[in-house]
């Protein structure tokens, strides 16, 4: 049984409900959250019997909306929770096939798909936990300084072929065991947008593999917003400082931990 929330803001409604249609048809699902953090309501007249609309007066962050929805999977005892952009394309076998492994691999506590652009071309999106100058460098240094260090904080190395147990994986498509994400407590809302997922992912892999699953694709059309909005940009640096700020800018040994594992056991 698998709950599953969609964070809105200023939505396109087609592309939500087509993703909400596919998701539907999977006989494993129980509920679908739209959880909408626009100025104002923008649901449409009729959704589907299994569908909830929420509306939050203020917009509170995309971690913070996702966990209304995950408190209910808790207080249900629904043993699985997608969280999912709404810019997400999947179909229901690959849903399928990914609830059949975590639900027979009780040890993992999060599962991420293969990614890809609509063209095609694979998105890196499994990573090791970032030091200040692996996402500062990315972002403001030129691409050839960072090219060596960028490849070996994607992973590039590891074929994104096999199964990978990494400490970081991307918040577009998080399908959480609930007993994994309850022991982790949640996403934390300190942080409004970016670093929520590679927070929530460290903190469950302490105690689960957080998997990512080549045997199931999905296509994401990813906006990148921090890099066409300076309000963006300017979030993702302030989220950024409260995560470093939290667990360390050059001295975490946790990171070290996590990090030089994978990198034996993949790259």
């Known amino acids: ?21 596919v998701i539907l048809l999977s006989n494993h699902v129980r509920r679908i959250y739209l959880i909408d953090n626009s100025p104002a309501p923008t649901s449409p007249e009729s959704l589907d019997s299994r569908i909830t609309y929420r509306h939050n007066p203020y917009n ?6 996702h966990n209304i929805a995950i408190r209910e999977s808790i207080y249900d005892n629904v043993p699985f929770h997608l969280v999912i952009n709404p810019d997400i394309i999947l179909t229901p076998d690959a849903l399928d096939t990914m609830l ?19 063209d095609g ?3 890196y999106l499994c990573k090791l936990l970032p030091t200040p ?3 500062f460098g990315r972002r403001f240094l030129p691409s050839k300084w960072m090219h060596r260090r960028n490849s070996r904080y994607e992973m590039h190395a590891s074929g994104y072929d ?3 147990n990494i400490p970081y994986l991307s918040g577009c498509f998080m399908l959480l065991c609930t007993q994994a994400v309850q022991q982790a407590r949640l996403f934390d809302e300190r942080f409004f947008m970016y670093p929520e ?3 929530l992912t460290r903190r469950i892999h302490r105690d689960y593999l957080t998997v990512y699953f080549p045997h199931a694709t999905i296509i994401h059309n990813h906006a990148q917003a921090s890099y066409k909005s300076l309000k963006m940009l300017w979030i993702h640096v302030v989220n950024m400082c409260r995560y470093f700020n939290k667990w360390g800018w050059f001295c975490d040994q946790e990171r070290k931990l996590f990090n030089q594992t994978a990198i034996r056991e993949y790259l």
């Open 162 to 164: 096999r199964l990978m």
């Open 197 to 199: 997922d590679m927070d």
């Open 1 to 21: 049984m698998l709950n599953v929330s969609i964070v809105l803001y200023r939505p396109d409604w087609q592309q939500v409900t087509d993703l909400a249609t």
């Open 133 to 135: 100058i692996d996402v």
């Open 100 to 118: 059949q492994f975590i639900a027979q691999h009780p040890e993992v506590g999060s599962l991420m798909p293969k990614v890809t652009y609509p």
């Open 121 to 123: 071309r694979l998105q």
């Open 60 to 65: 509170m962050g995309y971690g913070a909306a």
